[in-house]
């Protein structure tokens, strides 16, 4: 048995996961149910109550403020080079960013980029 995902060669029938029709590794079907959304209002209305937003963000997600904050409205592909993450890992720390009324995703022309949520 694989992961249908992954490829990952799973051992015994308990270590299978299903998920949407895909039999899965433990790791990819967590990463799937787990994965912020940033399109969730109960996530944002939650994320108001905090007194100072920014004394909760990773260094990940302070380092994606800043490069907004510089280079203001800016693609995914762009932040991810400067950080050296994937665009998983970028997903995964900018959702709780877009909850917290940070930043949030805008088009400029044809192209999906992200910015400061207030332009400040």
């Known amino acids: ?14 270590d299978l996961y299903e998920y949407a029709g895909q039999k899965l590794c433990e790791d990819c ?27 909760g963000l990773t260094p990940i997600q302070q380092k994606i403020l800043d490069i907004l904050k510089d280079k203001g409205p800016t693609s995914a592909e762009e932040i991810c080079a400067s950080l050296g993450i994937d ?12 909850h917290m009324e940070l ?12 910015t400061l949520f207030n332009g400040s």
């Open 87 to 98: 665009e998983g890992e970028f997903r995964s720390n900018f959702a709780p960013l877009r």
């Open 1 to 14: 048995m694989k992961c249908e995902r992954c490829g990952t060669t799973l051992n015994s029938q308990e």
């Open 103 to 114: 930043a949030r995703a805008c088009k400029v022309g044809e192209k999906v980029c992200y």
């Open 29 to 55: 079907y967590l990463e799937l149910v787990s994965t912020p959304k940033t399109c969730d209002p109960w996530a944002v209305h939650s994320a108001k109550g905090f007194a100072d937003k920014r004394d």
